[in-house]
Nanobody, 113 residues
Framework: QVQLVESGGGLAQPGGTLRLSCAASGFTFSNYAMSWARQGPGKGLEWVSGIYRDGSDTYYADSVKGRFTISRDNAKNTVYLQMNSLKPEDTALYYC??????WGQGTQVTVSS
C-alpha cells in the first residue's frame, strides 16, 4: 500500500532554514506529481507546493513563494521541501501528499525565537 513518511521537522529561529523529506513507497513514484500541505495551529489545511512527476514544473502558494523550494529524487523515491527565511507563521504540521490518494503522518515545524 502507499506509504508516505515525512521527516526533517523541528524548531527553527525566524530567518532560519529547515529541509523536509518525504520517503514514498508502495507505488511507482516517478509516475506521479507530489505536493506538500500544512496545517497551522487553529487553521485549516493549506496547500504549500507541488511538483510534476519528473520535476520539470513546480508550484507554490503565494505565502511561501521565493522562500521554499520543492524538489524530488525519483531514484530515491523522495520529495523534499527546502524552507528558507522561515517566519513564525510557517509554524505548522507539514504533510506530504500524493494527490487524490494518500497523506503522510506529518512532521512538525515550529518557528520561534
Amino acid at each position: 500500500q502507499v506509504q508516505l513518511v515525512e521527516s526533517g521537522g523541528g524548531l527553527a529561529q525566524p530567518g532560519g532554514t529547515l529541509r523536509l523529506s518525504c520517503a514514498a513507497s508502495g507505488f511507482t513514484f516517478s509516475n506521479y506529481a507530489m505536493s506538500w500541505a500544512r496545517q497551522g495551529p487553529g487553521k485549516g489545511l493549506e496547500w504549500v507546493s507541488g511538483i510534476y512527476r519528473d520535476g520539470s514544473d513546480t508550484y507554490y502558494a503565494d505565502s511561501v513563494k521565493g522562500r521554499f523550494t520543492i524538489s524530488r529524487d525519483n531514484a530515491k523515491n523522495t520529495v523534499y521541501l527546502q524552507m528558507n527565511s522561515l517566519k513564525p507563521e510557517d509554524t505548522a504540521l507539514y504533510y506530504c501528499h500524493l494527490p487524490g490518494n494518500s497523506w503522510g503522518q506529518g512532521t512538525q515545524v515550529t518557528v520561534s525565537s
